[in-house]
């Protein structure tokens, strides 16, 4: 099994790996030229680097990933500005979404132990946001995290377990305070 195989699967990799640098530079050059032109938003650059065709997006620049191609986005998906979204595992967003400043989604890991985490070895785990999700200015997502449909995640929340649809929540941890 491959580095990049490995990675995508949520089993530990090393991000060393000569096919997963190259990976991440295609990344940054795609970002670079899409942050570097923000006032036309080009969603054909988004298009490459999501490897998704016909996307109805705005993503208000700057914006960063690690590679592009493990985040699926839905209709109607609106992110303001500064979004990072560590994807080395997969991070599938519904319709409907819109998305807050300074926003961090992260499904990479490290290792608890020292001696694997010192050899450079990492692991993720996917994120799933569903439909019709608002999320506040200055979120975290932890890996793993599924944010059911029609949820709202209040500005500085640190999501850290799964939140089921039709709720509000906020917090660090971030939690249930209504349901709608």
């Known amino acids: 099994m ?40 080009n969603a054909k650059i988004l298009e490459e680097l999501f490897q998704q065709d016909q996307l109805n997006v705005n993503v208000e620049a700057p914006f960063r990933c690690d590679y592009g191609y493990n985040i699926t986005v839905g209709d109607n998906f609106y992110s303001n500005f ?45 994120i799933t946001i569903g439909n019709r999700v608002w999320i506040g200015g200055n979120v975290v997502i932890l890996p793993g995290v599924s944010i059911g449909e029609n949820v709202t995640i209040g500005a500085g929340s640190v999501v850290t377990k799964d939140i089921p649809a039709n709720t509000v929540a906020v917090g660090n941890p971030c939690k249930v305070i209504k349901h709608i």
Do not use: W
């Not at 491959?2 to 190259?22: F, H, R, W």
């Open 82 to 126: 500064n979004l990072t979204i560590l994807d080395v595992a997969p991070v599938t967003i519904g319709d409907n979404v819109f998305i807050a400043p300074n926003v961090l989604i992260a499904t990479a890991g490290h290792p608890i132990d020292p001696i694997q985490r010192t050899r450079g070895d990492e692991f993720g785990k996917p």
């Open 2 to 41: 491959t580095e990049k195989e490995k990675m995508i699967s949520g089993e530990l990799y090393n991000a060393d790996d000569p096919t997963l640098v190259q990976d991440r530079k295609r990344a940054k050059i795609l970002c670079k030229q899409y942050n570097d032109s923000p006032i036309d938003l």
